[in-house]
């Protein structure tokens, strides 16, 4: 068993040889000007795999579905056209259309570049903008508010506020508000003192979001635990937002602020050794595919190579399975695990499963590749809420018929939509690992 | 005009239907027949420039003060058919730079109007140029759609009562007493609109004048009439990219070569071209090597051409002429500029002229001349309106381009279309029933291809080039059974299967020349769509009856008859 | 390593599917790599084995009284009748109540959205309304779909003769839809009662007498066929889809019931990351190296490996202007040196382009130039396998389950 996957590769012995065909490209983007995803139209052979993969497609209408959206709009362009239909802004950037599309068409790419550009042009005094930047930064609310959690709590979960921000901001009043932690992970892990363990070759970057340090830092002491018992040193260094609702919202230039800060941090602890590690898919699919489709930073290819989702890491670089084989839980009930749609593009869509299926005493039972239907802000909005409920009836009905009651997931925002569908507690598979394990 | 001359003008290329409409504008009754669809011969087969004139500044300085002149005057008349894109001429490190500054300066005395741009801002223009190119002109080259151009002319043609008659071929020229007196025609399928499958019909068409309007044809026109026209006919390869690498005309700075521009040409880049005399302007093969040149040469321009997609490759013949006793080697040598062969005055031949040579950018010009000609003929005095009058689709362009959101579109669609039909849009895009897009690469809408079945019968390759429908990436794998659909049931199934049937097999001609990479993968989608699903290849439509009693009849029946 | 597995299966499709499901069974732990959505996603849904062996223009009653006519390099000729029988048992084993056709090994002749019949082995039930009587058929189309115009396809079907009466009539779409909503908005659109019974409603006016109904297949997303047999109860007449596409919900309904048998099996699957290359070890493949989103390409082990990756569509073959070839494993992909012997010139002649793919040995190992295996313990199914003109033959589907359960079961085997 190696630890170092990358020495491994380098002592093939004399009879073994390792051949890499070139990898899929992307349109590097260029600051120039808008970046000119035409070429990108190229691949598509008009198969519509990502139409019929598309979930917003099957319950809106007024979504024209990816195909339109990216080649065909793309190719349709001359360099004065700057009008992008408004329909973009229907697209949940679930990302499906990337893993459907059988021929390398930069859908998301195309999307997100689309949605920047359509939202260039918007009014910045619209109710829609004024929404969608408030629910893209997350995080700066999220750092006010997580200081008095318990009057931000009472205030959020407010039948009047809620009224307000329907009314007001175009914020759904069906959902009830993320209650914060009153202790944020950022804060126990320096009343910690920082990682338990030192160690030159065993070592991690935490990248945990916004989520799981305001919100669900159970989550992210699970990673710092589950880790350090693998024997790894925990660096949690300074960061911002991922970007990933600023994405889904068009907001690329705070976006771009936030990814060039965590592109510097980060990548200045690659240098130092460590591996970018993230406990939610659609963090890691911002700094491994986002960031290098949309940016060109120093160091972004970088931070993309070396970063991680958190059980991944652990599968690949450590006998994680093995591990998780040897052991057993008691008491523990049944669970009806959802996988996230970003998981998908990374490969990550089964490995849950995979894992804890190995787990003697934990029953997992997937409840099938349907989205969730939240995708992040999404389904926040007012007018996306019904087909955001719409797109997730299906899994709503798989849990429902699942033997357990309690539910697992990776993503935050699925993990919010599975509550809110069936009132069931929603765990992260880190959890169970860090219970097995630790 | 009671008792008007009639005149026939042979050949429904951009001359002949220029001619067309100049005439009739002028009161002339004309009638004008075509063998093919409108365009079929070059003009849509070239590259779709609208020259600035700066190509020929250096060689050819009368032809190009002509293209400044006339590239003015169909940016005005022809909106919807023209996009003014500009153009450089791109120096790389191994152009001379004395070519360079001729061709400034060969600008200048044509007043052609210029731009120095330096290697930075040519970069910052046009990012997917090479990163060593070292400086450019910027000349106002622009982007015209040679169909739409075409068939705007012989609408408005046939608005001051001219007759249009296409898949008409002429089978003789008649000749009464050392003069032409008109022709024969066979009509493909009957004379009209086209209808696939109806039977043919032949007609003697009488005129007072005839115009051999027919390029690299004129030849075998002249033949017919017993006199000896030398058309050179030089072929050139042109191959069209899946999308724009480019939003400008980029042309090579150096003297006259193979594989130098590349044009924006609607939503694909066209590169071009080569220049080869053949024999026979429908008879010379289209070869491999011709397209691997453009791709190799041009990408020293543009180096993303090497990985880009090609959806097809085609050729056309320029109608190149040169007065007898000339005798250049190479065509490239060849004068651009044209000839009115008057017959009385060369050949003794009264009653017909020929027009040949020339290029597509001074079509009107062309045609202005030769109708001052046949007016002079008949002693009329009528003025040439064709620089002022706009043609249909672009009286008032600017005005629409606000309202495209008007249709119930999604904006590219509304914006293309827009495009395209010009001041027509509203009364073709406004409809009463649902108007799906039919072909999504080009953003062709239902409305759209009915107008275009309304003026073209069930020529779907005259809808084609009318409305770009099956021209984009696909290359009709996904659309061309969708216009078929519309031509049912105005008309009957077997019409619109060989309707249907024609279309197809011309878009897989060009494509041909495109298969590998992606295209050749389209291809195979193609071939398993209409194949594997539809059962085209083989369908039972063409055959004997098929005995389908001896085939599974459901699980019953066969249950029961088979005893298994 | 952490991940190993006995058997690796190349490709989430037809082939691949069937590869691993074959080699689950055989008791092999199976782990099936799939980068995209399969091609099935715009396949017709139909599993067609043999309908045209040469170039004849009559399809055969019986594909197995036909296999002799197909040239030796032909993956039938490769695993002979007892091997498309294994393909076939195998997927009737997993689609027993979605698909008919195991009554007879005789071809049915299947109405198309064109107004064609194309001959087929297995057809969903969703289509078997329409085969082989001589019942009045009414065909319905929408306004809002341009792809299928009713009224042409009948006229096509009484073309081609077929003993049944046809008429054709197209209606609005029976919900208040944007033109351009998707097939599977449409589809999800249908599963509403009160969209079912508002278009039964308008079909009911034409009826006159037809006895049976045949729609686009766009009844519902899902298999359970409840669209279906609510039309049937409102119109009192059977009702069928007719197939077409892309997209093809047909394709999309059989891709859900073979991702529920994987699941079933205890395939392990690893979807939306590519295969970019392997490790080899002597003759032997000892990895696939897969680049799981971040570039940095990971060993993914295993003893014995099945290459489904697809043909020139599904992205298993790939060409330049170059030449062929086959990108994961590099294996020998026979063609003509000059492009232009690729194609022929009429658009539906027998390209050599359509036959493109990797040639096997007996075993469905594919083989170098010299006719010499590449890797002991690499097969290939499907499409990436040469020899066939598959849309010409109709065989695509047929040589994808032959080969694939063929190749998982050997993989199986060999460990």
Redesign the interface.
């Known amino acids: 068993m190696s630890n170092d996957q990358h020495t491994d590769h380098d002592r093939l012995s004399s009879e073994q040889t390792a051949e890499v065909a070139t990898a899929e490209t992307t349109v590097p983007p260029?600051d120039?000007?808008t970046t000119?995803l035409?070429?990108g139209?190229?691949?598509?052979?008009?198969?519509t795999a990502c139409d019929t993969s598309c979930p917003v497609a099957e319950v809106d209408d007024e979504f024209?579905g990816p195909?339109?959206q990216g080649p065909?709009?793309?190719?349709?362009?001359?360099?004065?056209?700057t009008?992008?239909?408004?329909?973009i802004m229907s697209c949940s950037n679930c990302m499906r259309c990337d893993s459907a599309c059988p021929?390398g068409v930069p859908l998301s790419q195309m999307h997100n570049t689309a949605r920047g550009e359509y939202v260039e042009g918007m009014s910045k005094l619209s109710r829609e903008y004024v929404r969608n930047r408030i629910l893209a930064n997350y995080g700066r609310l999220a750092r006010l508010g997580s200081r008095v959690p318990r009057l931000t709590n009472f205030v959020m979960g407010n039948r009047v506020t809620k009224w307000f921000n329907e009314q007001l901001l175009g914020i759904t009043s069906e959902r009830e508000f993320p209650a914060f932690a009153t202790q944020t992970f950022r804060e126990w892990y320096d009343e910690r003192g920082g990682s338990k363990i030192e160690s030159e070759d065993r070592r991690i970057a935490y990248f945990h979001g916004d989520y799981s340090n305001f919100n669900t830092p159970e989550v992210a002491k699970a990673l710092v635990r589950v880790f350090e018992s693998f024997g790894y040193e925990v660096a949690v260094p300074e960061q911002r937002c991922s970007g990933t609702p600023m994405f889904a919202n068009g907001m690329l230039e705070d976006a771009r602020r936030a990814a060039e800060f965590n592109v510097q941090t980060f990548s200045k602890l690659i240098d130092e050794g460590y591996d970018i590690v993230c406990s939610c898919t659609s963090c890691s699919m911002a700094l491994r595919q986002e960031y290098p489709e949309l940016f060109d930073f120093e160091d972004t290819e970088l931070v993309a190579t070396h970063t991680y989702e958190a059980i991944e890491y652990l599968r690949l670089h450590e006998d994680l399975d093995e591990a998780i084989s040897e052991t057993e839980l008691e008491d523990e009930p049944a669970l009806a695990y959802h996988a996230p749609c970003h998981a998908r593009n990374q490969g990550l869509h089964r490995q849950a499963l995979e894992l804890l299926d190995e787990l003697e005493g934990a029953t997992i039972e997937d409840v099938g590749d349907s989205c969730s239907g939240i995708s992040g802000t999404y389904g926040w909005k007012e007018e996306k809420y019904d087909y955001s409920m719409e797109i997730g009836e299906e899994m709503f009905e798989e849990m429902e018929d699942a033997a357990g009651t309690t539910g697992l997931t990776e993503c935050p925002t699925c993990a919010m939509q599975m509550e809110h569908g069936t009132g069931y507690e929603i765990n992260h598979p880190l959890e169970l690992i860090e219970k097995a394990l630790v | 005009m009671v008792n008007a001359p009639t005149v026939l003008v042979i050949g429904g290329g951009s001359t002949g239907c220029g001619i067309a409409r100049d005439l009739a504008m002028r009161g002339f009754d004309i009638t004008l027949v075509e063998k093919g669809n409108l365009t079929n011969g070059t003009t849509g087969r070239m590259h779709g420039l609208l020259h600035s004139g700066g190509r020929y500044a250096v060689a050819d300085q009368a032809s190009a003060k002509e293209c400044i002149a006339e590239n003015r005057i169909l940016r005005d008349i022809a909106s919807h058919c023209v996009?003014m894109t500009g153009g450089l001429f791109v120096q790389r490190p191994e152009d001379s730079g004395e070519y360079f500054r001729n061709k400034l300066q060969g600008c200048r005395e044509c007043d052609i109007p210029t731009t120095v741009l330096s290697a930075a801002e040519t970069r910052?223009k046009e990012?997917?140029l090479a990163e060593d190119v070292e400086r450019s002109i910027a000349v106002p080259d622009g982007a015209i759609d040679p169909f739409r151009l075409c068939v705007a002319n012989a609408l408005s043609a046939q608005r001051h009562g001219a007759r249009i008659e296409t898949h008409a071929e002429v089978t003789d020229v008649l000749v009464e007493d050392d003069t032409v007196v008109g022709c024969n025609v066979r009509h493909h399928t009957g004379p009209g609109k086209r209808t696939h499958r109806a039977p043919g019909t032949t007609e003697e068409i009488r005129a007072d004048y005839v115009v051999n309007a027919t390029g690299a044809w004129a030849g075998q026109i002249g033949e017919l009439a017993g006199v000896d026209i030398e058309v050179r006919p030089s072929k050139g390869a042109m191959v069209i990219m899946?999308?724009?690498?480019v939003?400008t005309v980029i042309n090579r700075c150096r003297p006259k070569g193979d594989a130098d521009i590349i044009v924006?040409h609607e939503?694909t880049a066209i590169l071009g071209t080569t220049d080869k005399e053949v024999d026979d302007p429908e008879g010379y093969p289209e070869e491999?090597w011709e397209v691997?040149l453009m791709?190799d040469e041009l990408s020293e321009l543009i180096p993303?051409l090497r990985e880009?997609?090609s959806i097809r490759s085609f050729w056309g013949v320029r109608p190149l002429y040169e007065p007898p006793g000339t005798g250049t080697a190479d065509p490239t040598d060849i004068t651009r500029d044209f000839f009115l062969l008057d017959h009385e005055e060369r050949d003794g031949l009264a009653g017909m002229t020929s027009i040949v040579g020339g290029k597509f950018t001074t079509y009107r010009l062309m045609a202005e001349r030769i109708s001052n000609h046949v007016c002079e003929q008949f002693g009329s005095k009528a003025d040439c309106r064709t620089a002022e009058e706009p043609l249909p689709g672009s009286e008032d362009f600017e005005v629409l381009r606000d309202h495209m959101e008007a249709f119930g579109l999604?904006?590219?669609?509304g914006?293309?279309s827009t495009q395209r039909l010009g001041s027509r849009a509203e009364e073709v895009l406004t409809t009463d029933?649902?108007?799906?897009?039919?072909c999504?690469?080009?953003?062709v809408t239902?409305a759209e291809i009915q107008d275009a079945i309304d003026q073209s019968g069930t020529d779907l390759n005259a809808v084609r080039i009318r409305t770009r429908a099956s021209m984009?990436?696909?290359q009709g794998?996904?659309c061309c059974?969708?216009m078929a659909?519309?031509l049912?049931?105005e008309h009957?199934?077997?019409t619109?299967?060989t309707a249907l049937d024609e279309l197809?097999?011309e878009?897989?001609?060009g494509q041909?020349h495109a298969?590998?990479?992606?295209q050749?993968?389209?291809?195979?989608?193609n071939?398993?769509?209409?194949?594997?699903?539809?059962?085209?290849?083989?369908?039972?439509?063409?055959?004997?009856?098929?005995d389908?009693?001896?085939?599974?009849?459901?699980?019953e029946?066969?249950?029961a008859s088979?005893g298994? | 390593m952490a991940i190993s597995d006995d058997v690796i299966v190349i490709g989430g499709g037809l082939a691949g599917s069937m590869s691993a499901l074959s080699a689950a069974k055989a008791g092999a732990s199976v782990r099936l790599i799939s980068h995209k959505e399969s091609t099935l996603r715009?396949?017709?849904g139909l599993i067609?084995v043999l309908?045209?062996p040469t170039e004849g223009?009559?399809?055969v009653?019986n594909p197995f009284d036909a296999l002799d006519e197909l040239p030796d390099e032909h993956p039938y000729t490769v695993v002979g009748e007892s091997g498309i029988r294994e393909g076939l048992a195998l997927f009737d084993e997993i689609t027993g109540d979605l698909y008919?056709?195991t009554?007879?090994d005789?071809?049915?002749?299947v109405p198309?959205?064109?107004?064609?019949?194309?001959?087929t082995a297995r057809y969903p039930r969703s289509m078997?309304a329409g085969?082989?009587?001589d019942r009045e058929t009414l065909l319905v189309g929408f306004?809002?779909?341009?792809?299928?115009?009713a009224?042409?396809a009948a006229?096509?079907l009484?073309?081609?003769?077929?003993?049944f009466a046809s008429r054709g009539v197209t209606v609005?779409f029976p919900a208040d839809l944007r033109?351009?909503a998707k097939y599977t908005r449409f589809a999800t659109a249908l599963e509403r009662e009160e969209t079912t019974a508002a278009l039964a409603e308008t079909v009911e006016s034409h009826l006159d007498g037809a006895e049976r109904v045949a729609f686009p297949a766009l009844l519902g997303r899902d298999n359970d066929g409840s669209v279906r047999s609510s039309l049937e109860s409102h119109l009192g007449v059977s009702v069928f889809e007719l197939?077409?596409?892309?997209p093809?919900l047909p394709g999309l309904r059989l891709v859900d019931r073979l991702s529920e048998a994987l699941d079933a099996a205890g395939v392990h699957r690893s979807t939306g990351v590519p295969v970019v290359g392997r490790e080899t070890a002597g003759d032997r493949v000892s990895s696939v190296l897969v680049d799981r989103g971040n570039h940095t390409p990971h060993p993914y082990h295993a003893s014995e490996f099945v290459l489904a990756t697809g043909?020139?569509?599904g992205?298993g073959i790939?060409?330049?202007?170059n030449g062929v070839h086959e990108p994961i494993f590099d294996c020998h992909v026979p063609h003509p040196k000059?492009?232009?012997d690729?194609?022929c010139?009429?658009?539906?002649g027998d390209?050599p382009?359509?036959r493109f793919g990797v040639v096997s040995d007996g075993e469905l190992r594919p083989v170098d130039a010299q006719g010499t295996v590449e890797h002991e313990n690499l097969r290939a199914a499907g499409s990436v396998l040469g020899g066939a003109n598959?849309?010409?033959e109709?065989s695509?589907s047929g040589i994808s389950l032959a080969t694939g359960a063929l190749a998982g079961r050997l993989a199986a085997e060999a460990i």
């Open positions: 260029s120039e000007r000119d035409r070429p139209a190229d691949n598509c052979y008009k198969c024209p195909k339109f065909e709009q793309w190719r349709l362009k001359r360099s004065e056209d009008d992008i239909d408004d329909s021929s | 996009e910052a990012p997917a899946n999308v724009r690498q939003d924006p939503t491999q691997d791709i993303v880009s997609r999604r904006s590219p669609i914006r293309r029933g649902p108007n799906p897009v039919l999504e690469c080009e953003a239902r984009g990436n696909c794998g996904l059974h969708r659909n519309e049912h049931p009957e199934e077997p619109v299967r197809y097999q878009r897989w001609k041909r298969l590998w990479g992606e050749l993968s389209q291809a195979m989608l071939h398993v769509l209409h194949g594997t699903t539809m059962n085209r290849d083989h369908d039972p439509a063409r055959q004997e009856t098929l389908f009693d001896a085939f599974d009849t459901g699980i029946r066969t249950r088979d298994d | 715009h396949a017709s067609d309908g045209y223009d009559q399809p009653v008919a056709g009554h007879t005789r071809n049915a002749l198309t959205q064109q107004g064609t019949v194309k001959p078997a085969i082989g009587n306004e809002s779909l341009p792809d299928f115009d009224p042409l006229d096509h009484e073309a081609v003769n077929v003993p609005p033109v351009d197939p077409g596409g892309p093809s043909g020139l569509v992205k790939d060409s330049d202007r000059d492009r232009y690729w194609f010139g009429d658009a539906f390209h382009f359509a598959i849309a010409a109709k695509g």
